[in-house]
């Protein structure tokens, strides 16, 4: 099996303030065409750790993809320490990446800089795939097995997310191009709701009984609950596309309601879906959660089609001037109460004339909370033609997962709702 | 210098299905402390790659902190490799770990199963650091430097981030009681609205003159702009503060109003200090945003104080009938216009009763562009009693960027309409 490293390069990501997202995406990417990912690495613009580190995941892979270090700036160092590893000993122009500098600057009013146009400037001993996206270009590095025992190949990416995931199509074209790959296939099933301990001990049997070339591995996340995903590697794809097929069957007898896709996906995904499949309208009214939902809703390309509209309704004056919650319910049972909740998530659903509405309100600390209602605690309120239902729950945890939590346990009563009303 | 290495463990984090925040937050804490972190890597739940890869870490770094794989599920087998590591030949049980096990479990209403005890259980070979926040305990080993060649300690950590953050300050006490360790500074200004590559020309003869021992790096990130980061190493803290102030009082004279604050910040941190200093309200008007400017703003603990609500505003319907926005204006101008989200400010701010306002009308696609009005563009307004202006932008990425700078763009012209009429 073909295995590949991703390293990435760059100061920002060791003292911890640039969270490394490329070599997810990367590695995704990778997968999908059966290389295997053996490691990722992360290190500093220093160039002996560059050229180390470098030579060391070229002895031990067949890849590697290099993100990072190649920006216009001093700091950026990578280009240099390719320029060593591969004995090059001049620098050439690449005329094609020149005019796309140019292009990409002119659009933006800037003006064409030295320091852009020596990003166009690449070791010799490399070939170059234009980076439509940015200015800095893809490099190619092929080594013969004379250097590392084993023919391997460098690739050299920009470090923004956004150009590197862009020049993913050629990177993965050219791997194609060069490698006889093996199969690998995964399956991700996503479940809502039980913890990850209490899945594994419903499922035990299950699990237990898996074939021997069959690989379960468990995946919480806070926004789109236990995903369960399963591998197998060097099996053709229909045989196990069919054997997966089979183990979900069974799973999601055992599982039921909790399993809410058979496919990598996220609350908000799979109640858009139902919502289009059935035509409905949704609607939010949001408190503690302060837009998530509304957010995560229409981070869904195309939920224009069934999202109207959210309100946060931080203050109370908003509460009842805009969603019309009457000024005695907050004085009686307060804002964090299942009475608000319902007539927050009625309110929206007539200011909006949505079939469906969900509302929050609760506290996300870090302070605001008392005896009663703890910080942590959430109301969440579903309503539809049918009725109107409130829950409650609490987490135990800093702001930002607080309100991840609250947001994801209403997407998932919402969700309920409406597979429940509409099958 | 004292050297650490992270390690994160799982296969989850090698197929790209989980982007690892740990190595983030603990190079964060360890670089306060003056411990530099070398490398960070992501190896799979194999047996021999955990061990081969965490004895050649600990060879080249002091610390080598691992995170991951020691949950409660058959995919998890970090504490094994450990103790084969450490030449461990039984395991013990840790009973202070065992009494939180029983009491978080019985705290959510769940039965103490034998995988939940079992993760009490640790190779002889290490002390405990009772995990207050999870199952799984901390557990330390500390080879002599017969071993490796110098005394080197691992630890290793849960891999649910809230519980590996949770594990920090116990580990940054262990570190500091068993080493001297030298100094570090960092300090972070922010900028926006200057592209990177602008900003070095800016700043290239000030950079120039930065004195040898400091540091600069850039850090472009969608949704605060460019962070840029000056570090001193080795020198005293009192001293390397005062010689950054003077860089960064020069900095502040190139960059003026771009420059948004002088420490590690957020566009939305920098709005909420401003109104809450100056008593003033806020509130938001969002359709391409979906809710995500009102996320940002009350992700800030104590936004209640200046944030009074938002509506989300995907349906004509809503920005008429809530937001007041006439019919004319959409039918004669369409929504993604100056005159549109100029209303939907106005209207917002009329409906909330708040000082400032916000509205974001635009096109985060992929679909809904048109020759005239592509993919990308959006409209933004601001108001104030003082009047309302609108602004457009064009950016040219997919869906979740254009979000996150539709979204960073509109709290930049409203963080430089509120500084304006409040200094």
């Known amino acids: 099996m073909i295995k590949a490293s991703i390293c990435t390069i760059g100061d920002e990501i060791l003292i911890g303030q640039v969270i490394d997202t490329n070599s997810s995406s990367i590695s995704l990417a990778l997968n999908e065409i059966g290389v295997k990912v053996s490691r990722m690495v992360s290190i500093g613009d220093e160039r002996n750790c560059i050229i180390g580190t470098l030579a060391r995941e070229l002895n ?195 599982l039921g309601d909790a399993m809410y896709s058979e496919m990598d996906d996220t609350l908000e995904g799979c109640i858009g879906r139902i919502l289009t499949e059935n035509g409905k309208t949704l609607s939010a009214a949001e408190s503690c959660t302060g837009g998530t939902i509304s957010s995560l809703i229409t981070s869904i390309a195309g939920s224009s089609a069934y999202f109207l509209g959210s309100v946060t309704s931080y203050a109370n004056s908003v509460k009842t001037g805009v969603l019309g919650v009457a000024e005695e319910i907050i004085s009686r049972y307060g804002a964090v109460s299942s009475e608000c909740v319902a007539a927050m998530a009625e309110g929206v659903r007539k200011l909006t004339g949505s079939d469906y509405s969900v509302a929050t309100s609760g506290i996300a600390g870090p302070g605001g909370g008392s005896d009663h209602k703890p910080v942590g605690l959430v109301w969440i309120g579903v309503s539809s033609e049918k009725g109107t239902e409130t829950f409650c729950a609490v987490f135990k945890s800093n702001r930002k997962r607080n309100i991840e939590r609250f947001a994801s346990t209403a997407l998932n009563y919402l969700r309920v709702k409406i597979v429940n009303e509409l099958k």
């Open 60 to 254: 031990e892979n067949d890849i590697v993809i290099v993100t990072g270090g190649l920006g216009p700036t001093k700091d950026d160092i990578t280009k240099n320490a390719l320029a060593e590893l591969s004995e090059s000993t001049a620098f050439k122009m690449d005329e094609r990446q020149l005019e796309i500098i140019h292009n990409l600057l002119s659009a933006r009013g800037l003006d064409v800089l030295d320091i852009n146009i020596a990003q166009a400037s690449v070791p010799d001993t490399c070939e170059v795939i234009p980076n439509r996206l940015g200015t800095a270009p893809i490099m190619v590095f092929r080594f013969d097995e004379k250097r590392f025992g084993h023919p391997a190949t460098l690739f050299s990416l920009p470090g923004v997310p956004f150009e590197a995931i862009g020049a993913l199509p050629d990177i993965l074209e050219d791997i194609k191009s060069h490698h006889s790959l093996s199969d690998i296939y995964h399956r991700t099933v996503m479940t809502y709701g039980i913890a990850e301990s209490a899945l594994a001990k419903m499922i035990e049997e299950w699990e237990d009984n898996l074939p021997e070339d069959m690989h379960l591995a468990y995946l919480p996340n806070p926004l789109t609950g236990v995903r369960l995903r399963l591998s197998i590697y060097g099996s053709r794809k229909e045989d196990a596309e069919r054997r997966i097929d089979a183990e979900i069957a069974s799973l999601k007898g055992i």
